[in-house]
């Protein structure tokens, strides 16, 4: 059973930032795709950015230049630095892992930019 547990979502005021953590437990052995989705009220969710393995990372447009995204393989996680908020960035954010061939998601952190 692999489980993914989010944190650091919250309230910011407009040019603030944040930081969003997720790990990765259960049995695990190796995770090739880390990434961070997104979903604004009444949309559909889409993709923030990705990293790979390898260090390879795939951007939103709307995000690159003010978000960052790394990864700890050793501890099986993903963070997402986010500066220079935007209120167009007020959302609901998921994790998501490529992890033997499947695609696991977290439960969703809150993240809410005020103008």
């Known amino acids: 059973q692999v489980r993914l547990v989010e944190s650091g979502g919250g309230l910011v005021q407009a040019g603030g930032s944040l930081r969003l953590s997720c790990a990765a437990s259960?049995?695990?052995?190796?995770?090739?795709?880390m990434g961070w989705y997104r979903q604004a009220p009444g949309k559909q969710r889409e993709l923030v950015a990705t990293?790979?393995?390898?260090?390879?990372?795939n951007w939103s447009d709307s995000v690159k230049g003010r978000f960052t995204i790394s990864r700890d393989n050793a501890k099986n996680a993903v963070y997402l630095q986010m500066n220079s908020l935007k209120p167009e960035d007020t959302a609901v954010y998921y994790c998501?892992?490529?992890?033997?061939?499947?695609?696991?998601w977290g439960q969703g952190t809150q993240v809410t930019v005020s103008s």
């Open positions: 259960g049995s695990i052995d190796s995770i090739n795709v």
């Open positions: 998501r892992m490529n992890i033997r061939g499947y695609y696991y």
């Open positions: 990293i790979i393995s390898g260090g390879d990372t």
